[in-house]
């Protein structure tokens, strides 16, 4: 009788402390894409900074569900030196291409195409295309090396 009631004790424990648990799903994340946006016209609009500003532009096709794009997005937001290397010589551009959004813009620019999500084409001031990057790349284990992101951001920097 004893292990029982320790077995169900523990059970009930269990129960009430994962009940205080956050769920995390696809509908908790936050949205990092417009689903909606017409990407070319996203891009005209940062063309207009970039241009003013003497800046870049970083496009970063992805997804909401995208857990690559969601890793890549918050070391973008939270390394101190990667985001300030971002915001001095960059305009980012999220450009949503979940079921088929925007797919023409991936045709444009070819390979990426076919590099998976999250995949960056950088323009500069004027359109043209400078490089694109397969982010597979800049990847170290489960996440994105910041060391790999700020040297592929320092090489393509209008302001090198």
């Known amino acids: 009788m004893k292990k029982i009631v320790h077995v169900s004790l523990i059970c009930v424990c269990f129960a009430i402390w994962q009940s205080n648990q956050p769920v995390l799903s696809a509908d908790t994340k936050p949205k990092l894409y ?3 946006a017409d990407g070319k016209k996203q891009i005209a609009d940062a063309l207009l900074i970039a241009k003013k500003d003497n800046r870049h532009l970083l496009l970063q096709y992805g ?3 995208c857990g690559w794009c969601h890793r890549l997005h918050k070391l973008l937001e939270t390394d101190p030196e990667i985001h300030s ?10 450009i949503d291409v979940n079921q088929g959004h925007n797919q023409d813009l991936l045709r444009k620019y070819g390979e990426i195409a076919s590099f998976g999500l999250p995949s960056i084409v950088i323009l500069d001031a004027d359109g043209k295309v400078v490089t694109t990057k397969n982010t597979a790349e800049l990847e170290e284990g489960d996440h994105h090396d ?4 700020l040297s592929f951001l320092n090489k393509y920097s209008p302001n090198k």
């Open 34 to 36: 417009d689903e909606s």
């Open 63 to 65: 997804a909401n569900w």
């Open 85 to 94: 290397k971002l915001t001095a010589d960059y305009v980012l551009v999220l």
């Open 146 to 149: 910041p060391k790999k992101v």
